[in-house]
């Protein structure tokens, strides 16, 4: 696997431009709702914002499987120019949506194209020795937080200053030169091991009871961590006001990303040292604790301050799961299985999106919870933390010394 090392660093470029294309726009939807289409109530908002946030995995999760197959056949590489370049010049569509609905399909469209995430990875663990897949997957991790900050500063200084269509277009020009960075790679397609097709004719091909056991961590774990995750801009609204919210959003995702940066190299380096289970179950728990404080907390400091500590210790987590899977995969099969598991990632997403979208509606209905609407969201998040702490101790426990 000669071409490993190159193809990370120009994967790591490609996601970086991205998610700064991402990242210029995803996290100001809820404020372009409210501005653009005039749905500011807190309870169609949230609405609105669920929909949205569910027809981006919906689409992610019907398509993955079938990008993932095809790059089984055809080859990664071609799976990934199609998500960064047709992706980039869907997205600026959201821009003259002139309802929700068709701001919903697009993001749908927009969503069921895209998959760089789970192309690269796939490459990744396809292209990189074993024992060094932990800290690629960690690095790689570290691009999508690395174009986030400058993604959210050129966002929120567009919305500002120009208009939310300048920070469309924004999102157009660093997908298009994500896919520059990806027409560079080189694809090292692993030989298939005749030993391996015997072994998954008897175990109903590459989806054994370890693999499938993983992926309903995933499943679950992205339940978790994603419940208060589109609600992010309207709390920093709440803290600071809808005149402040555009610029503190953009700020406090900066932050955000500069505490996933570092976790990215410093989980992905404990992957391949320690037990799962040493690094998930306190994880977890900082979690739960971190988002208390942004419940609470009615300082826009503190609330920055410890959305940073929370993606400083957790960002870096999905690496680790993806570890897992890998080391219980065949390498000619890790294409199906990766794409799989993103699905089993999305739909975690998909119910998280959709229970929130019911809690926050359902709060902000009634007059003695309208207060406590987008509050409430953090707080279910922190409770959901704690809840999955004991399911993921047993989960690895069962599954650490085959992992």
Known sequence: MPYWKRNLALLWVSQLFVMVG????MPFIPLFISDHLGISEPGPRGAVVAAFSFAATLGYGIFNPVWGALSDRVGVK?????????????????AWASSSWELVAIRFVSAALA?????????????TPEERQGFALGFLGTAFWAGTMPGNVLGGYAVVHYGYKVAFFVCTAGYLLGGV??????????????????RRTTTRGAFTRPVLAVMALILAYS??????????????????GHDEAAHWT???NAFIAVGAFASGFLVGRLADRFRPASLLLPAL???GAMLLVQALSGDIVAFCASRTALYLVGGGLGAVLQKMLSRLTPAEDRGTVFGVQSTAHVIGIMLSTGASGAL???????????????RGMFLAAAALSFLFLPACWAMVRRRSATT
């Open 22 to 25: 991402f990242a210029s726009t």
């Open 78 to 94: 071609p799976m990934l120019l199609r998500g960064t370049f047709l992706a980039g010049l869907v997205f600026p569509l959201m």
């Open 115 to 127: 998959g760089t995430t789970a192309a690269s990875q796939i490459l990744i663990v396809k292209n």
């Open 181 to 198: 960075a990806v027409l560079f790679c080189r694809e090292d397609r692993a030989r298939p091991d005749p030993a391996a097709r015997i």
């Open 223 to 240: 339940f978790v961590r994603y419940f208060e995750l589109p609600y992010v801009a309207m709390r920093v609204e709440e803290i600071v």
């Open 250 to 252: 953009a700020l406090a």
């Open 285 to 287: 728990a900082f979690t």
């Open 360 to 374: 926050i509606y359902r709060l902000g209905a009634s007059p003695a919870t309208a207060d406590w609407g987008v």
